[in-house]
């Protein structure tokens, strides 16, 4: 059974920079595509950025490019999102998944992810 784990969450202030990390065990010795994702109040769950483990082809939601980098750390088997010059509207619930990879591109909706993280709370003001 896959398991994710977020954690790094967090309250900051407007500018400021988080580091969240995915603990995904095997996932990330695997060609999968594991991406964040987030979620506001009121809105539908939203990709911000999907990494194809494979070979560390990265995609970015345009709200976040340039601010929020996605990585993986091999060391600690982890995914990781680096989040800069973050903003109030970036406080949202966020979320760490995963998806075997079927060739191509790794998809951005979250609907074609499989595997969730139960969430970890971010919180700019």
């Known amino acids: 059974d896959v398991q994710l784990v977020e954690s790094g969450g967090g309250s900051v202030q407007a500018g400021g920079s988080l580091t969240l990390s995915c603990a995904a065990g095997?996932?990330?010795?695997?060609?999968?595509?594991m991406g964040w994702f987030r979620q506001r109040p009121g809105k539908d769950r939203e990709d911000l950025a999907v990494?194809?483990?494979?070979?560390?082809?990265?995609t970015y939601a345009d709200s976040v490019k340039g601010r929020f980098t996605i990585s993986k750390d091999n060391t600690k088997n982890t995914l990781d999102l680096q989040m800069n010059s973050l903003k109030p509207e970036d406080s949202a619930v966020y979320y760490c998944?995963?998806?075997?990879?079927?060739?191509?591109?790794?998809?951005?909706?979250?609907?074609?992810?499989?595997?969730w993280g139960k969430g970890t709370q971010v919180t700019v003001s």
């Open positions: 998944a995963a998806q075997p990879w079927f060739g191509g591109r790794c998809p951005t909706s979250p609907r074609s992810y499989t595997y």
């Open positions: 095997r996932y990330t010795y695997k060609r999968n595509c």
């Open positions: 990494l194809w483990i494979g070979g560390a082809t990265t």
